[in-house]
């Protein structure tokens, strides 16, 4: 809603000369959306506003999509314990290694760290010969942790691993590793639906900063607590909200001339009549 609300405010502004905004055609590598999650400045923006995920920012430093789909699946209970190997192997501080070249292109984008859960797939597939059906059945043997079900399961990987050139032990160090990952591992698709919802956030925030504040305070406004702190955020940010004003306010918070306008609906006790009560009050009088 938020990002709907901003796209809208930006698209009636707009001149006959510009283009109408299409939010999902925006570049998924635009330098400005990265200084802002770099620098933790991320209130508002899905999924990073919390101290903890702007702690990882700041430690992980992200600089490409990919990243942010990572930081959405590991920030969470069971994978945070990953995030220290990520942000070293990220940022060159610690080697990445992989058990065999074939692991390479699929843990690649996460610096040799099991993510996701279709990278446990993958793998099943590339190193253990499982179909991706098979693999898929195997993601979710490793999800409920039954051993007799994962003793059949890890004899089918070793064999599978072997005759595709692994040595006994290096299958059964794989498989282990496999194994652990898979039971808190992220579907990827999942992450990169929130990464892209975070994204478009951050892109709105860097480049129209008051339409997107306002469409944020809109969506809160019948939170006074909320309300207070956002308002700390849109003067911290530099921007200016004007108060209410009965001849430019509009029910939400707008934007005009580069200000915020305070919307009517967020001041309390203030009733906001309809079209058909105006007109009941019209025949009245």
Do not use: C
């Not at 990243?67 to 060159?92: C, N, Q, S, T, Y």
């Not at 760290?113 to 179909?131: D, K, L, T």
């Not at 039971?183 to 992450?191: L, Q």
């Not at 530099?238 to 918070?253: E, G, Q, W």
Request: proline share 5%.
């Amino acid at each position: 809603t938020i990002i709907d609300w901003t796209v809208a405010s930006i698209n009636e502004a707009r001149s006959d000369e510009t283009p109408e905004l299409d939010i999902t055609k925006i570049p998924l590598d635009d330098p400005l959306v990265f200084e802002v999650l770099k620098s933790a400045e991320t209130t508002a923006v899905f999924q990073f506003e919390s101290r903890g995920m702007r702690e990882l920012l700041k430690d992980a430093r992200p600089d490409r999509f990919e990243d942010i789909i990572a930081l959405v699946a590991l920030f969470r209970p069971g994978p945070m314990e990953l995030i220290p190997d990520f942000v070293k192997r990220k940022h060159g501080r610690e080697r990445v290694e992989y058990l065999d070249p074939r692991l390479e292109p699929i843990l690649a984008p996460t610096y040799g760290i099991m993510v996701y859960q279709e990278q446990v797939m993958q793998i099943a597939q590339v190193i253990g010969g499982y179909s991706l059906g098979a693999a898929d059945l195997l993601r979710r043997a490793m999800g409920k942790k039954k051993p007799e079900e994962m003793a059949q399961q890890r004899d089918v990987f070793k064999a599978g691993a072997v005759a595709n050139g692994v040595s006994a032990a290096k299958a059964e160090q794989l498989f282990a590793l496999m194994e652990k990952f898979a039971g808190y591992g992220f579907n990827k698709s999942h992450a990169a639906g929130y990464a892209l919802v975070s994204y478009q956030t951050a892109w709105l925030k860097a480049h129209h900063p008051e339409r997107f504040m306002a469409a944020v305070l809109s969506a809160d406004m019948q939170h006074t607590d909320k309300i207070v702190t956002l308002v700390d955020e849109v003067r911290r940010a530099a921007l200016v909200l004007d108060p209410p004003d009965i001849n430019v306010s509009r029910f939400r918070f707008s934007v005009r001339d580069g200000h915020i306008v305070y919307g009517l609906g967020a001041i309390r006790g203030v009733v906001i009549a309809t079209s058909g009560a105006l007109g009941r009050v019209e025949r009245a009088l």
